[in-house]
């Protein structure tokens, strides 16, 4: 039925009197953050998790961080040989590997360009600190993120099958 | 109060005290609930969300903490408003009497009521425009040009909103007859209304124009939404009160909502009949007739009644956007006025035919 | 569509043209001679281009600090700072570039003048088009071009007593020299050839 | 739409030439107001210097620069994909609809085109971040003129598109979802349906909107008559978006341009309207809400299936040569002019950001106004102070 030509003044009242009743009935939108806490959803880029074992510092990430938030130091050293008779490979070992979440700006070019798949993302949020160095996550901080990794989500109907992460 | 107090004949200075504490008690306890219900609950709710949830349960214990925070933070006077450091700091104050000086003249029950003013009305009208004094000296003492620009807003706006306030007012006493509250309180309460005196008399049906022009003057006065271009925070971010902190903003804060909560009880008596249920329910013929209980449950009527007008006047705040001074000040001029002589003339018309 | 709107544009500037290049369903570029530079705003005005796009200028000298890999502190000897000048040619380092367009048929055109190194100057678009105001302004600021007959060529966006002109190539990015690149290391080759001697960071 | 009848506009200019008699007489010196960078109606940090008489603006100058981050000169040191990151800063809040003329830029440079299935996504991601951009104004527009109530529902709806984004792209603000050639990633499962009941919450958040603001008398009062921008001024000072439709230009680059998005398969009006008021700017705004629910809702039933990433190089080195595309931003025409010489990272990009040219009008659009006006004024050019400062 055509809305009755109600001067504008009482259409805004009815409007706010039928939200008010509207929350009385069926509660608010907002969430009550420390009691309720909303899920973000899988692909939400909360903290980059480091896979120690599958790094082997060639510097991808750092070169390509915008900020220069990533520093890394490594060295080299002998490994024992893959097959039993061949000589012992020359493997890059990782002393430090730091995240400055104070400067990081979670653009996520470095969790793309790493050729070795060594760093994922991971919805977590809750990780501030009081104080602003704390927020330089160290290789073993970052090792413990791993666990939140989620598996990649499956994709829409129509998409092609590569999943990336 | 004045039967109580007299019969046990306390000494003078007791009765004093007495009078305070009830003053206290009849101005922070509405502006207190009413800052609670609708400021907190009730626009929250109008913006689906809960509002304050954490101070007690349901957060009522919020306003307590409001204050607490209020009472403990630094009170800062500007730095080139030193020289009259005194007058901005007793600005607030000022606001804060004229309301307290109001609720003095309203009646709450039969005995219940602080004085008995032959010329009630006439007093509450002249005490409230004292305000906007306060209002002025805040915006010209704080030294700052938003809260210069605010304060000369505030006082255009509040002269020109009680011109039809007190116009209204008129068309309710020459229908009363009498300038005592409480005598038209009685008056709503004992007429009738061709002749069936089922609910009394309540002018605001007959007055039913100037209660519509006195309920605008009120928000105008309050300078809520419609009308708040003193406080225009998206301008002037918060007009006058800018540079007031600490315990300071805290007195503005609370004088804003209880004028507003005994705006609400002076509009309740003149149009709703005040403390009283119309007397013929129970019988009663005059005033002495009214039975003692009255003078408990008087209150608890008269604050009900306050509080639907309060919501009224929360429900249009929370809901409109705001007019330009020169808007305002044309539509109370070139609108309210002349609307409210016209009441006024047909008032007195119908008076003498009857 | 745009051949017969540039060859309209070319007829009416006539001689101020120095060269024009039409990009199949892409874009049209002139570049016109300084003098002409207000000129041809009031013709192309008439034409039908009245939606003021903007006015900006290149800088074609290749930074002296090396492209955004190398590494901003050290010595830049060896880079070749040979100016290049792009679509529609040029042969002074810095030019200012504008873009109209024709509301209702969308046409875009991008006009481009040579500044010349020794007056750094052109004349100024703000009498033909109010919007190239601030436009212009900027440009100062940023380039150091001045623009004969603006109203007031303030700083739009840096402090009033700031020296140099930080759009320019040659003027240091500090972030980068301050703080030294983490990625300064003789890079480890690609993975592909993991026995290659390669000393790491 | 009503035409501002030439009644009211004589009404207007009777009531400014009886002010200006007033203050002739009594000649007051005026009063410099500084609506300072800190100030509640600028989005942002944006300072606008104001001589007043009494109430009144003699002479008024916005000065910008408080928020210059200097991306030009950053882009000449950062490679595509790092610019890409960078460039969604500028307009924070359709942030998604500043990488899109970028990335076409290097793509027409390239040569490359991003396959079917990734232009849907890219022009549905638009369209959202123009939902988001555009309801945020709805609201703060109340806010502005002293209604609290209607940016609290324009917060409330503008969660969920940012939770949609969100879950496709990862980011709700900044997506940094754009590829050279296409997309990062394909949507998550579920995203359609979720979309079209978004909208729908969408459509009704304007309807809630229009009933509480737009037909309030007083928002009217204070709206109608204000700012007047005619056709020839908006043009020649390079107005653009919704500011230039309001002054009934009828061009909108989405349906005008044709480059490689999905606009052309959709059908779609173009809302113009003839007083050029600050209430017509507004309430093109809000229908182009609408509108752009509309889009949402046609490219949902036609997503095509099949890759959303071309053919592309891991390191991308960009071929010489110089670039324009611009696009319909939420906020006006947003382009960008990528001059390349053949290296990973752009040689200089000029950024042309639509609010630059909407505040530029500013200083014509003010003399003679009242204080609360100005802020009006502002609210109804809607402009976001990255997009000033750049």
Same mark, same amino acid.
């Given at each position: 039925?055509?809305?009755?030509?109600?001067?504008?003044?009482?259409?805004?009242?009815?409007?706010?009197?039928?939200?008010?009743?509207?929350?009385?009935?069926?509660?608010?939108?907002?969430?009550?953050?420390?009691?309720?806490?909303?899920?973000?959803?899988?692909?939400?880029?909360?903290?980059?998790?480091?896979?120690?074992?599958?790094?082997?510092?060639?510097?991808?990430?750092?070169?390509?961080?915008?900020?220069?938030?990533?520093?890394?130091?490594?060295?080299?050293?002998?490994?024992?040989?893959?097959?039993?008779?061949?000589?012992?490979?020359?493997?890059?070992?990782?002393?430090?590997?730091?995240?400055?979440?104070?400067?990081?700006?979670?653009?996520?070019?470095?969790?793309?360009?790493?050729?070795?798949?060594?760093?994922?993302?991971?919805?977590?949020?809750?990780?501030?600190?009081?104080?602003?160095?704390?927020?330089?996550?160290?290789?073993?901080?970052?090792?413990?993120?791993?666990?939140?990794?989620?598996?990649?989500?499956?994709?829409?109907?129509?998409?092609?099958?590569?999943?990336?992460? | 109060?004045?039967?109580?107090?007299?019969?046990?004949?306390?000494?003078? @200075?007791?009765?004093?005290?007495?009078?305070?504490?009830? !003053?206290?008690?009849?101005?922070?306890?509405?502006? !207190?609930?009413?800052?609670?219900?609708?400021?907190?609950?009730?626009?929250?709710?109008?913006?689906?969300?809960?509002?304050?949830?954490?101070?007690?349960?349901?957060?009522?214990?919020?306003?307590?903490?409001?204050?607490?925070?209020?009472?403990?933070?630094?009170?800062?006077?500007?730095?080139?408003?030193?020289?009259?450091?005194?007058?901005?700091?007793?600005?607030?104050?000022?606001?804060?009497?004229?309301?307290?000086?109001?609720?003095?003249?309203?009646?709450?029950?039969?005995?219940?009521?602080?004085?008995?003013?032959?010329?009630?009305?006439?007093?509450?009208?002249?005490?409230?425009?004292?305000?906007?004094?306060?209002?002025?000296?805040?915006? @010209?003492?704080?030294?700052?040009?938003?809260?210069?620009?605010?304060?000369?807003?505030?006082?255009?706006?509040?002269?020109?909103?009680?011109?039809?306030?007190?116009?209204?007012?008129?068309?309710?006493?020459?229908?009363?007859?009498?300038?005592?509250?409480?005598?038209?309180?009685?008056?709503?309460?004992?007429?009738?209304?061709?002749?069936?005196?089922?609910?009394?008399?309540?002018?605001?049906?007959?007055?039913?124009?100037?209660?519509?022009?006195?309920?605008?003057?009120?928000?105008?006065?309050?300078?809520?939404?419609?009308?708040?271009?003193?406080?225009?925070?998206?301008?002037?971010?918060?007009?006058?009160?800018?540079?007031?902190?600490?315990?300071?903003?805290?007195?503005?804060?609370?004088?804003?909502?209880?004028?507003?909560?005994?705006?609400?009880?002076?509009?309740?008596?003149?149009?709703? !009949?005040? @403390? !009283?249920?119309?007397?013929?329910?129970?019988?009663?013929?005059?005033?002495?007739?009214?039975?003692? @209980?009255?003078?408990?449950?008087?209150?608890?009527?008269?604050?009900?009644?306050?509080?639907?007008?309060?919501?009224?006047?929360?429900?249009?705040?929370?809901?409109?956007?705001?007019?330009?001074?020169?808007?305002?000040?044309?539509?109370?001029?070139?609108?309210?006025?002349?609307?409210?002589?016209?009441?006024?003339?047909?008032?007195?018309?119908?008076?003498?035919?009857? | 569509?745009?051949?017969?709107?540039?060859?309209?544009?070319?007829?009416? %500037? +006539?001689?101020?043209?120095?060269?024009?290049?039409?990009?199949?369903?892409?874009?049209?570029?002139?570049?016109?001679?300084?003098?002409?530079?207000?000129?041809?705003?009031?013709?192309?005005?008439?034409?039908?281009?009245?939606?003021? +796009?903007?006015?900006?200028?290149?800088?074609?000298?290749?930074?002296?600090?090396?492209?955004?890999?190398?590494?901003?502190?050290?010595?830049?000897?060896?880079?070749?700072?040979?100016?290049?000048?792009?679509?529609?040619? +040029?042969?002074?380092?810095?030019?200012?570039?504008?873009?109209?367009?024709?509301?209702?048929?969308?046409?875009?055109?991008?006009?481009?003048?040579?500044?010349?190194?020794?007056?750094?100057?052109?004349?100024?678009?703000?009498?033909?088009?109010?919007?190239?105001?601030?436009?212009?302004?900027?440009?100062?600021?940023?380039?150091?071009?001045?623009?004969?007959?603006?109203?007031?060529?303030?700083?739009?966006?840096?402090?009033?007593?700031?020296?140099?002109?930080?759009?320019?190539?040659?003027?240091?990015? %500090?972030?980068?020299?301050?703080?030294?690149?983490? +990625?300064?290391?003789?890079?480890?080759? %690609?993975?592909?050839?993991?026995?290659?001697?390669?000393?790491?960071? | 739409?009503?035409?501002?009848?030439?009644? /009211?506009?004589?009404?207007?200019?009777?009531?400014?030439?009886?002010?200006?008699?007033?203050? *002739?007489?009594?000649?007051?010196?005026?009063?410099?107001?500084?609506?300072?960078?800190?100030?509640?109606?600028?989005?942002?940090?944006?300072?606008?210097?104001?001589?007043?008489?009494?109430?009144?603006?003699?002479?008024?100058? &916005?000065?910008?620069?408080?928020?210059?981050?200097?991306?030009?000169?950053?882009?000449?040191?950062?490679?595509?994909?790092?610019?890409?990151?960078?460039?969604?800063?500028?307009?924070?809040?359709?942030?998604?609809?500043?990488?899109?003329?970028?990335?076409?830029?290097?793509?027409?440079?390239?040569?490359?085109?991003?396959?079917?299935?990734?232009?849907?996504?890219?022009?549905?991601?638009?369209?959202?971040?123009?939902?988001?951009?555009?309801?945020?104004?709805?609201?703060?527009?109340?806010?502005?003129?002293?209604?609290?109530? &209607?940016?609290?529902?324009?917060?409330?709806?503008?969660?969920?598109?940012?939770?949609?984004?969100?879950?496709?792209?990862?980011?709700?603000?900044?997506?940094?979802?754009?590829?050279?050639?296409?997309?990062?990633?394909?949507?998550?499962?579920?995203?359609?349906?979720?979309?079209?009941?978004?909208? $729908?919450?969408?459509?009704?958040?304007?309807? /809630?909107?229009?009933?509480?603001?737009?037909?309030?008398?007083?928002?009217?009062?204070?709206?109608?008559?204000?700012?007047?921008?005619?056709?020839?001024?908006?043009?020649?000072?390079?107005?653009?978006?919704?500011?230039?439709?309001?002054?009934?230009?009828?061009?909108?680059?989405?349906?005008?341009?044709?480059?490689?998005?999905?606009?052309? $398969?959709?059908?779609?009006?173009?809302?113009?309207? &003839?007083?050029?008021?600050?209430?017509?700017?507004?309430?093109?705004?809000?229908?182009?809400?609408?509108?752009?629910?509309?889009?949402?809702?046609?490219?949902?039933?036609?997503?095509?299936?099949?890759?959303?990433?071309?053919?592309?190089? $891991?390191?991308?080195?960009?071929?010489?040569?110089?670039?324009? *595309?611009?696009?319909?931003?939420?906020?006006?025409?947003?382009?960008?002019?990528?001059?390349?010489?053949?290296?990973?990272?752009?040689?200089?990009?000029?950024?042309?950001?639509?609010?630059?040219?909407?505040?530029?009008? *500013?200083?014509?659009?003010?003399?003679?106004?009242?204080?609360?006006?100005?802020?009006?004024?502002?609210?109804?050019?809607?402009?976001?102070?990255?997009?000033?400062?750049?």
């Amino acid at each position: 039925m055509a809305k009755p030509k109600v001067p504008g003044m009482f259409k805004g009242l009815g409007v706010t009197f039928a939200t008010l009743l509207a929350t009385a009935k069926n509660g608010a939108d907002t969430v009550q953050y420390p009691h309720e806490k909303e899920t973000p959803p899988i692909r939400a880029r909360g903290v980059i998790a480091l896979h120690e074992d599958n790094c082997t510092s060639c510097m991808l990430c750092a070169r390509s961080c915008p900020d220069w938030c990533i520093y890394i130091e490594g060295h080299k050293e002998l490994a024992p040989p893959r097959r039993a008779g061949g000589a012992p490979r020359k493997v890059n070992k990782l002393d430090r590997f730091d995240i400055d979440y104070a400067l990081c700006m979670y653009c996520g070019i470095c969790v793309e360009v790493c050729p070795f798949d060594a760093l994922f993302w991971s919805p977590e949020y809750e990780y501030s600190e009081p104080r602003i160095a704390d927020l330089l996550h160290d290789k073993a901080k970052l090792g413990e993120w791993m666990q939140t990794v989620p598996e990649a989500p499956e994709l829409e109907a129509g998409a092609e099958k590569k999943g990336k992460k | 109060m004045n039967a109580v107090l007299f019969a046990s004949d306390l000494p003078y @200075w007791l009765q004093s005290i007495f009078r305070v504490l009830g !003053g206290l008690v009849a101005v922070l306890l509405p502006a !207190g609930t009413v800052v609670y219900l609708f400021l907190f609950k009730m626009l929250s709710f109008m913006q689906s969300r809960l509002g304050p949830m954490e101070a007690g349960p349901y957060g009522s214990f919020q306003l307590f903490a409001e204050v607490g925070k209020w009472l403990q933070k630094e009170d800062i006077v500007p730095a080139n408003a030193q020289p009259e450091a005194r007058i901005f700091k007793m600005a607030p104050l000022i606001v804060l009497a004229s309301t307290f000086l109001l609720v003095v003249v309203v009646p709450f029950g039969p005995d219940a009521l602080f004085t008995d003013f032959e010329t009630g009305i006439f007093y509450a009208l002249a005490v409230s425009s004292i305000s906007v004094l306060g209002i002025l000296i805040a915006g @010209w003492a704080s030294a700052n040009k938003y809260s210069l620009l605010g304060g000369l807003r505030a006082a255009g706006q509040l002269v020109a909103y009680e011109l039809p306030m007190v116009l209204a007012v008129i068309g309710v006493v020459i229908q009363a007859g009498t300038m005592n509250l409480q005598q038209i309180v009685v008056a709503q309460n004992t007429g009738s209304m061709f002749g069936w005196d089922g609910i009394g008399n309540p002018y605001v049906l007959t007055q039913f124009v100037a209660f519509i022009i006195f309920m605008i003057s009120v928000q105008a006065e309050l300078s809520q939404t419609p009308f708040d271009m003193p406080i225009a925070e998206s301008e002037l971010v918060s007009g006058y009160m800018t540079e007031y902190s600490g315990f300071r903003f805290l007195i503005f804060f609370i004088g804003e909502f209880a004028t507003a909560g005994v705006f609400a009880m002076i509009a309740s008596i003149l149009f709703l !009949g005040g @403390w !009283g249920v119309p007397f013929a329910w129970f019988g009663w013929t005059t005033i002495d007739s009214v039975d003692n @209980w009255m003078n408990f449950a008087g209150p608890l009527i008269l604050f009900a009644k306050m509080m639907a007008l309060v919501f009224f006047i929360m429900w249009i705040r929370f809901s409109s956007p705001r007019l330009r001074e020169d808007q305002l000040q044309r539509f109370a001029w070139k609108v309210l006025i002349p609307i409210s002589l016209v009441n006024i003339m047909v008032t007195a018309v119908l008076k003498v035919a009857f | 569509m745009r051949e017969t709107e540039l060859a309209r544009i070319l007829e009416a %500037l +006539g001689a101020n043209v120095v060269d024009s290049l039409l990009k199949p369903n892409d874009d049209m570029w002139i570049r016109v001679t300084a003098e002409s530079w207000r000129a041809t705003a009031e013709t192309l005005k008439t034409l039908g281009f009245t939606y003021f +796009g903007y006015v900006s200028a290149i800088d074609w000298l290749p930074s002296p600090f090396g492209k955004s890999e190398d590494d901003a502190s050290g010595p830049s000897g060896d880079r070749d700072s040979t100016i290049k000048q792009g679509y529609t040619g +040029g042969d002074t380092r810095f030019q200012v570039i504008a873009r109209l367009v024709q509301p209702f048929t969308t046409i875009g055109i991008n006009i481009k003048v040579d500044v010349d190194d020794a007056v750094m100057a052109v004349d100024s678009w703000s009498s033909v088009f109010a919007g190239a105001n601030w436009h212009e302004r900027e440009t100062h600021e940023m380039f150091g071009i001045g623009f004969n007959g603006h109203p007031d060529l303030r700083n739009m966006y840096l402090p009033t007593d700031f020296e140099g002109h930080p759009m320019r190539k040659d003027f240091p990015l %500090l972030a980068r020299i301050v703080k030294p690149w983490p +990625g300064i290391v003789d890079v480890e080759p %690609l993975p592909g050839d993991d026995e290659e001697e390669g000393e790491a960071s | 739409m009503t035409m501002l009848g030439d009644r /009211q506009q004589l009404a207007y200019i009777a009531s400014q030439a009886a002010d200006a008699r007033v203050n *002739v007489e009594l000649e007051t010196e005026g009063m410099t107001l500084n609506i300072g960078p800190q100030h509640p109606a600028t989005h942002g940090t944006l300072r606008i210097i104001a001589r007043l008489d009494g109430e009144q603006v003699v002479w008024a100058e &916005p000065s910008a620069g408080y928020m210059h981050r200097g991306y030009e000169k950053l882009t000449e040191v950062r490679t595509f994909p790092q610019v890409t990151a960078l460039v969604n800063r500028i307009d924070w809040l359709g942030s998604f609809a500043n990488e899109v003329p970028f990335i076409l830029a290097a793509e027409k440079l390239m040569g490359v085109e991003a396959p079917d299935r990734a232009q849907h996504i890219r022009t549905i991601l638009f369209e959202l971040s123009r939902i988001a951009n555009v309801s945020l104004f709805l609201g703060d527009l109340g806010v502005q003129l002293g209604a609290i109530t &209607p940016v609290f529902f324009a917060f409330r709806d503008r969660e969920y598109v940012l939770n949609l984004i969100e879950g496709a792209t990862g980011g709700r603000f900044h997506p940094n979802f754009d590829r050279i050639g296409g997309l990062k990633d394909d949507l998550p499962a579920g995203f359609i349906d979720e979309t079209r009941v978004v909208m $729908k919450k969408l459509r009704t958040f304007c309807d /809630q909107i229009e009933d509480l603001l737009f037909g309030n008398e007083i928002f009217q009062s204070r709206t109608r008559g204000i700012g007047v921008i005619p056709k020839d001024v908006a043009l020649s000072y390079g107005l653009s978006g919704a500011n230039l439709r309001a002054s009934g230009v009828d061009w909108d680059l989405r349906r005008d341009q044709d480059i490689p998005m999905a606009w052309n $398969k959709t059908d779609f009006k173009v809302i113009t309207h &003839p007083d050029g008021d600050s209430f017509a700017r507004c309430w093109v705004r809000l229908q182009e809400v609408r509108e752009s629910t509309k889009i949402v809702d046609q490219l949902l039933d036609t997503i095509p299936a099949g890759p959303v990433m071309a053919k592309v190089p $891991k390191i991308i080195k960009v071929p010489e040569g110089e670039a324009w *595309v611009s696009t319909e931003n939420p906020l006006g025409e947003m382009g960008y002019y990528v001059v390349s010489q053949g290296d990973q990272g752009p040689f200089r990009v000029k950024i042309r950001s639509a609010s630059f040219n909407n505040i530029s009008i *500013v200083p014509w659009l003010l003399k003679g106004v009242y204080v609360p006006d100005i802020i009006t004024i502002l609210a109804s050019l809607y402009f976001i102070l990255g997009d000033i400062d750049r």
